[in-house]
C-alpha cells in the first residue's frame, strides 16, 4: 500500500512554544490530506481537511490560529501548532487520499507523533 | 444524526478462538464501510472496505461482512499478533469519515 511518512514521531516541547508536524506522501500524490487528534482509548477526532494549494477546512471547534495547516505542495502537509499549552498534548495523525482514489475513499496513515508539553 | 457504534469496546481471546467484532452505522448516502487495524502508538492501517450490503473480503484470519445496518470483522482462530484495536468508519455522501471508537482486541497465547 501507499506510504505516509510524518515527523517527528516524538516531541515533548516547553508551554508557550510552538512545533511543527510534518505529512508527507512518499509514493503517491495527495490532493487532500487530513489531521486528525486522538486521545486515549478514543478514535479519531477530525481537526481539518487539507487541500493543496488552498485554505484548510476546520471542524468546529478547533482553533484554526492555534493549528496552522499548511499543504504546499501535493506530497506534504504541515501543522504547527502554536503556542503550545498542557491541554494540547496529544497523539496527532495524519492521513492522506491518493489524487486517483476520491471516489474509494481510501485514506493512508501516518504513524503519528506523540505531543507532550511541558 | 450520522454514527458509528462499535461493540464490544474490549475483548479478550484465547489464541484459536474466534469471534466476531461489530460495527453498526447510521450514516446518509453510505459510499463505503473502512475497517482498519491500530496498534499503539502508531497510526491506522488499511484493512477492508465494503460498498454493498452482502459484500465479504478476507485477509488472512480476518473476513469483513457489510448489511444495510451494520457490519462484522470476524477474526478466526486468532493469534497474538492480532491483538490491536480495530476501527470501522464510514464514508457519507460527501465523502467524510465518520469513526467508531473501536474495539480493543487482545489475544492471550
Known amino acids: 500500500g501507499a506510504v505516509v511518512s510524518q515527523h517527528p514521531s516524538r516531541v515533548i516541547c516547553k508551554s508557550g512554544t510552538s512545533v511543527k508536524i510534518e505529512c508527507r506522501s512518499l509514493?503517491?500524490?495527495?490532493?487532500?490530506m487530513f489531521w486528525y487528534r486522538q486521545f486515549p482509548k478514543q478514535s479519531l477526532m477530525l481537526m481539518a481537511t487539507s487541500n493543496e494549494g488552498s485554505k484548510a477546512t476546520y471542524e468546529q471547534g478547533v482553533e484554526k490560529d492555534k493549528f496552522l495547516i499548511n499543504h504546499a505542495s501535493l506530497t506534504l502537509s504541515t501543522l504547527t501548532v502554536t503556542s503550545a499549552h498542557p491541554e494540547d498534548s496529544s497523539f496527532y495523525i495524519c492521513s492522506a487520499r491518493d489524487r486517483r482514489g476520491h471516489s474509494t475513499g481510501e485514506l493512508f496513515f501516518g504513524e503519528g507523533s506523540r505531543l507532550t508539553v511541558l | 444524526e450520522d454514527q458509528v457504534t462499535q461493540s464490544p469496546e474490549a475483548l479478550r481471546l484465547q489464541e484459536g478462538e474466534s469471534s466476531s467484532l461489530n460495527c453498526s452505522y447510521t450514516v446518509s448516502g453510505l459510499r463505503g464501510l473502512f475497517w482498519y487495524r491500530q496498534d499503539p502508538g502508531k497510526g491506522p492501517e488499511f484493512l477492508f472496505t465494503?460498498?454493498?450490503?452482502?459484500e465479504e473480503k478476507e485477509k488472512e484470519r480476518l473476513k469483513a461482512t457489510l448489511t444495510k445496518k451494520e457490519s462484522f470483522l470476524h477474526i478466526t482462530a486468532p493469534k497474538p499478533e492480532d491483538s490491536a484495536t480495530y476501527l470501522c468508519a464510514g464514508m457519507d455522501s460527501n465523502y467524510q469519515l465518520i469513526w467508531g471508537a473501536g474495539t480493543k482486541l487482545i489475544i492471550k497465547p
Open positions: 509514493d503517491f500524490q495527495a490532493t487532500t
Open positions: 465494503l460498498y454493498s450490503a452482502g
